[in-house]
């Protein structure tokens, strides 16, 4: 047997008559979908941002300067975003079981293998293939929300399980830069690696692929819960992975809209994430813990943010995601012009700005990650979100060196411009579709 087909979809397998046992056993598996996924997501969260708190023991033990070390962040961008699109094709194909577990196990491997390299050039190539690596996360993720929730719950549950970014990112702090405090700058790489395989047998054992690989029906006709009752998808249609590529991606003009939209607000992301413990220390002249709890307050905000950017979509703008990406925006490039312009340094008004800064961009990373999937095809899911993703990591990438070599070069008040600049071009592109909620494309498409 091929690694190929143990990657494979798992089979489907004939439908339970029994409702109440269909009903009993959809409860069970979509909470234990939903808890695998989340923890398993906030793991790679950890491998991924891990090297986060061993930059400052870098930068002064091997004396790397803010270039090399935004460059280790654009290596894992570039190969993170297209293993994101890349592995998207392979994940709508493959067992979310086997591929994000494996796909988990391997990050881990990577980041122990970078603790134990002392060479940039070593840094580099572990820190690359543990991006391309991080990229088989979110394909499973995105195929398991789009196959066990239907679209007016959607945002909802995605926006929950998003917060998983946010569980990640507060663990970091607590267990990387504790491990880097008392043992050293490795051990912020080792025990992340360690904590990560152990998740990846954590996947394989709670994971399934589809509903109707355990015998249960799809979730649309489940709940039935079509996003338009009258043009119901073809729940047993197959789709070949070049229809997949060519027809409900690379031909839909609203996934290229999203995918240059993600790449601003993925640029503004990273570059808040990355670069707010050095611009707190160096301008605000905070200490490393003071700047720690700053920053720990984007992820609370982020946290709050994806809830209700997902609670707002579905209940206030009736499954219409554009509305709340486009205010959201509004309001990132308001507070990061506010920011720049505020005299002195004050601690709680600079973790408010933090928390501010996380409410207002995890929002629109959330749903414009989550849009495509419901502007493609069901089975197209992990491709489409994975294709627009590519963008929101080319645009983190622009986050890491080049970002950091222009600030360098034209300080800090430049590099607030080009978040601000990103804010607004990212709200023009959104504007026009304010009133979308599904592409008359793809109703055309998969229309019986």
């Not at 109440?20 to 923890?39: E, G």
């Not at 600079?350 to 629109?364: A, M, T």
């Not at 491709?383 to 080319?394: E, H, I, M, S």
């Amino acid at each position: 047997m091929s690694v190929l087909d143990f990657l494979r979809p798992a089979p489907y397998v004939e439908e339970i008559q029994d409702e109440d046992l269909v009903k009993k056993n959809y409860k069970y598996w979509r909470l234990r979908t939903f808890y695998a996924m989340y923890v398993g997501y906030a793991l790679y969260y950890l491998t991924r941002k891990s090297v986060t708190f061993a930059l400052p023991a870098l930068q002064g033990d091997l004396g790397l300067d803010k270039f090399e070390l935004g460059l280790l962040g654009t290596i894992l961008s570039l190969l993170y975003g297209a293993s994101k699109f890349l592995s998207g094709i392979l994940g709508d194909k493959s067992n979310p079981r086997y591929f994000m577990s494996i796909g988990l196990i391997l990050t881990g491997v990577f980041n122990i293998l970078f603790g134990f390299s002392s060479a940039w050039w070593a840094f580099a190539i572990f820190w690359g293939l543990n991006g391309w690596f991080q990229g088989w996360g979110w394909p499973g993720c995105a195929k398991l929300l789009t196959h066990w929730y239907s679209h007016s719950e959607r945002g909802r549950w995605w926006s929950v399980w998003n917060t998983s970014h946010n569980l990640g990112g507060a663990l970091i702090p607590l267990l990387v830069a504790g491990c880097a405090a008392q043992f050293g700058w490795r051990f912020a790489l080792f025990v992340p690696g360690v904590v990560c395989i152990l998740g990846g047998v954590f996947l394989i054992n709670r994971l399934r692929d589809t509903p109707q690989s355990l015998g249960l029906p799809p979730i649309e006709r489940f709940r039935a819960d079509y996003p338009d009752p009258s043009r119901q998808q073809k729940e047993t249609q197959q789709l070949s992975a070049k229809e997949i590529l060519w027809e409900y991606v690379l031909t839909n003009k609203y996934i290229w809209i999203l995918a240059l939209a993600y790449f601003f607000v993925g640029l503004i992301r990273t570059a808040v994430n990355d670069w707010s413990m050095f611009y707190l220390v160096e301008v605000k002249n905070y200490t490393l813990v003071e700047s720690g709890i700053c920053v720990t307050w984007f992820e609370v905000g982020g946290f709050l943010g994806s809830l209700a950017a997902g609670w707002a979509s579905d209940v206030l703008f009736k499954g219409k995601r554009i509305p709340v990406i486009v205010l959201c925006t509004l309001f990132i490039a308001s507070l990061m012009f506010g920011f720049q312009v505020l005299p002195g340094s004050l601690l709680v008004i600079d973790s408010l700005f933090l928390f501010f800064f996380g409410f207002f961009i995890f929002g629109p990373q959330m749903l414009i990650g989550m849009v495509p999937a419901e502007l493609s095809h069901k089975k197209a899911a992990a491709t489409a979100t994975g294709f627009v993703g590519c963008f929101a990591y080319l645009g983190a990438a622009f986050a890491g060196g080049p970002l950091g070599a222009i600030t360098k070069e034209w300080g800090w008040d430049t590099f607030f411009m080009i978040l601000v600049g990103s804010s607004l071009i990212s709200m023009v592109l959104m504007l026009p579709f304010w009133s979308l909620k599904s592409s008359p494309r793809k109703q055309k498409l998969v229309e019986e």
